[in-house]
């Protein structure tokens, strides 16, 4: 009897350290995620802001050339050599023998996707003449489909909805290796947001695009907000394209500009199920987004003048009188934000008269930028910066008014690669597996079957993954969203420092623990956890109490730069992507070289359109110490590598 209770007392012990054992990996599992999402969704409202100096640049650049072909849509005769047209323009591409890819004559055939399946599987690419002529044909027949897709399931068995694929290929295959190719009997919805971020974006859609162009009624594809060629500037696409397709890329760019504005926006199956990228708002009309002229709208980026005129008298009405500069900056930038994507500024007082594109840019901008929260009714997406939150409320409403009994969107990582919202009226769907980092999340699809009941399919690439257990697998991506949010920390030194003094008053260089959560969300505004995270990022005295500067002692600039004054490295190092994606839009030839003069005056322009006070002379004499040779411009990749985050802990682990 002794001998049993003494067992059963063991297995109770072990089974509760089981349970805190799972329960805390599980825990820094889901911390670690929201320190990825939130700095994904912090990047996205910096990306809203490069927008509007793009626009700010056209207005005051004394060059504007350099960076107006940012934002006008070349014809056809523009975007190929010598005025020609394009399928003369691509007869001029040789193919040589040493090719050994796909070789596609138009119209496709299955065997032709075959063969382009089997290339990328092989990491070949297809040969820029046949890309140029598979986008042709593809803005062809996208210019004959309507705004809103209608699809029957009378028609197949079952219809499979994918989501957000990032460039990751690896899940485009699993999911055909799971699902089957798409055919007239396995017919597919892709939600939108096929490029960006992964590496073979480029691949995605060719295959897509074959699929379509095979299978016009049974190969169906929406818009993500990620089909857009300023967000591409930001998240890799461009930089993909150029680095594949070095002599064409440009050719290949600027047709992909015209494909993105030419997909559909939203697909309903049975008159029932809604699918579109992002969501709803409470003005959403799918009549009018059916009747608008959806290809006016190559970036979301770039709002109607409407828009940016309110946004100019806005910044009009912020106080010149600051008590801090960072915290002034970051305030112009927030109203910036809210105002330029949410389509919903505050306009009193305003004479301005109605511009009717501002109705079809705010329409299409929530359906593709809007999330579903759990609270009524409809709210700026603060965290993007763009579209809405919209409540269970403003879901009912719009399935009342159209009759609808579901809504599938995608645009949102969720950890499963799925989440049912509202009540089971809204579900979203996330086809990129691996997202954030390897074993990060699962991806999924929907089988939709004549009954309109969803069925959901779990997948995840492991390439890696299976070698670790679950400790190690938290472990790696645990790793990797601190050394993300810490490179964010480091980008607010001088904000972090001012405020960790507020509460610092009698100048001991330790606060409370409260106090030092509260200064970390005041500038950072990440809305995470921090008082869990606080062992991972400040070290605490016996007392209890936070040493605040302990924040930054693992953290140090890439390279010790004389001719930099601290402020200025900080800035360059916070802003560093931005002024990559800008010297990158100016640099039209991609030698990698650009002028000391144009370096000065897009600095400025930058600085001056986002309030930062920089002394000019400091970043005169370290732009001069950087050209090595002398000849008046500088290799601004070597700049711009000057001013990354390196972890030393993590340096001399690798020395």
């Known amino acids: 009897m002794l001998w049993e209770s003494t067992v059963i007392r063991a297995a109770i012990l072990i089974q509760n350290w089981y349970r805190f054992t799972m329960a805390r990996l599980e825990m820094r599992r889901r911390y670690s995620l929201s320190i990825f999402q939130s700095i994904e969704y912090a990047d996205e409202q910096d990306q809203l802001q490069l927008s509007n100096f793009f626009t700010f640049m056209l207005d005051h650049c004394t060059h504007p050339d350099s960076v107006s072909h940012i934002f006008t849509s070349p014809s056809v005769s523009q975007v190929v050599d010598e005025g020609l047209y394009l399928t003369e323009f691509e007869k001029k591409i040789d193919v040589p023998d040493s090719y050994y890819g796909p070789r596609l004559s138009f119209p496709l055939t299955v065997e032709d996707a075959n063969a382009l399946l089997h290339a990328f599987r092989n990491e070949q690419l297809l040969h820029a003449r046949y890309v140029l002529q598979l986008l042709r044909e593809t803005r062809r027949v996208l210019k004959e489909m309507p705004n809103i897709t209608h699809l029957s399931t009378s028609y197949s068995k079952e219809i499979t909805v994918c989501g957000d694929l990032h460039g990751n290929l690896d899940d485009l295959l699993l999911i055909f290796y799971k699902n089957g190719l798409p055919s007239e009997q396995n017919r597919y919805v892709f939600n939108g947001d096929f490029v960006d971020r992964g590496k073979n974006s480029m691949e995605i859609l060719i295959i897509l695009f074959a699929f379509l162009l095979i299978y016009p009624n049974d190969l169906h594809l929406n818009r993500g907000n990620h089909e857009d060629y300023i967000m591409n500037l930001r998240y890799g696409f461009t930089k993909e394209v150029s680095k594949k397709y070095k002599d064409h890329g440009q050719q290949i760019l600027c047709l992909l500009r015209d494909v993105f504005s030419w997909l559909p926006l939203a697909t309903i199956i049975d008159s029932k199920v809604l699918i579109l990228h992002g969501g709803i708002s409470d003005t959403t009309d799918l009549d009018f987004l059916n009747a608008l002229e959806r290809n006016k709208l190559k970036s979301l980026m770039r709002p109607p003048k409407s828009v940016r005129d309110r946004q100019d008298q806005v910044k009009e009405r912020i106080p010149t009188t600051r008590p801090s500069k960072h915290i002034a900056n970051q305030n112009v930038a927030e109203k910036t934000q809210h105002i330029s994507l949410s389509g919903s500024a505050e306009t009193s007082g305003s004479n301005l008269p109605p511009d009717p594109a501002l109705k079809e840019w705010k329409q ?235 370096f000065g005056q897009t600095w400025k322009l930058f600085a001056s359109h986002l309030g930062i006070d920089m002394y000019d002379e400091s970043l005169d004499k370290l732009v001069l110490s950087i050209d090595y040779n002398k000849d008046g411009h500088i290799d601004f990749s070597e700049f711009l590598e000057a001013f990354h985050v390196v972890h030393r802990l993590e340096k001399k682990a690798n020395s």
């Open 364 to 598: 299409i901008l929530d359906i593709l930028w809007s999330d579903p929260r759990s609270q009524n009714g409809c709210t700026p997406n603060k965290c993007r910066g763009g579209g809405c939150y919209f409540g269970p409320d403003v879901t009912a409403k719009l399935f009342e008014r159209y009759n609808l009994k579901m809504l599938i969107r995608s645009h949102e990582f969720k950890p499963e690669g799925y989440e049912i919202s509202h009540n089971g009226k809204v579900i979203t769907i996330f086809s990129a597996s691996n997202y954030y980092e390897e074993g990060s999340n699962r991806g999924a699809y929907i089988k939709l079957n004549p009954e309109l009941i969803p069925r959901f399919v779990q997948y995840q690439v492991s390439k890696y993954t299976r070698r670790q257990n679950l400790r190690e697998r938290v472990g790696t991506i645990e790793s990797s969203a601190l050394k993300c949010l810490r490179e964010k920390i480091y980008a607010h030194r001088s904000e972090l420092t001012s405020a960790f003094a507020q509460y610092d008053l009698n100048g001991t260089g330790r606060i409370s623990v409260s106090d030092w959560a509260a200064a970390m969300e005041s500038v950072l505004q990440l809305e995470l956890p921090w008082r869990m995270l606080r062992s991972q990022l400040a070290q605490t005295a016996p007392d209890g109490e936070v040493d605040f500067m302990s924040c930054f002692y693992d953290l140090k600039i890439g390279q010790p730069i004389k001719e930099a004054q601290p402020a200025l490295v900080e800035t360059l190092c916070r802003y560093r992507k931005d002024l990559e994606i800008i010297f990158n839009v100016i640099d039209k030839d991609h030698s990698g070289l650009i002028s000391l003069e144009e």
